[in-house]
């Protein structure tokens, strides 16, 4: 299954920043929502215009890469799945590093 590269980004960053392994508290959002703006608020302050932007394609992402089996969703947790941890690591850790700094240009 091919990956867009903000799905690609999203691997890599769970996988280089948490070890395949996020937690998360209960929110009002779906979720994947919720991670988003958490991931957001990590490049983006909130009253950036483009805030809302990025978190509906972190998002998206998210929701693709549930669909596709790379990430899996329980209670306050996202894990990456075997399959997602190998996708994450063909991220080359400098390559996530200039893809995390185009994000803070957004």
């Known amino acids: 299954m091919s990956l ?5 980004f999203v691997l890599a960053y769970i996988y280089y920043e948490y070890g395949g392994k996020i937690y ?3 929110s009002s959002n779906t979720p994947e929502e919720y991670l988003a703006e958490f991931i ?3 490049f983006l ?5 483009n805030f809302a932007r990025v978190v509906a394609g972190f998002a998206e992402a998210l929701r693709g890469l549930k669909d596709k089996g790379y990430v899996s969703m329980t209670g306050y947790e996202v894990n990456l ?3 997602g941890k190998r ?7 400098e390559e996530y590093r200039e893809l995390k700094r185009k994000f803070t240009k957004v």
Request: glycine residues 4%; negative net charge.
């Open 4 to 8: 867009t590269g903000v799905e690609r």
């Open 24 to 26: 998360f508290q209960a």
């Open 40 to 42: 957001t608020e990590e």
């Open 45 to 49: 302050p909130r009253k950036n215009p």
């Open 81 to 83: 799945t075997d399959d």
């Open 87 to 93: 996708e994450a690591m063909k991220v080359p850790q």
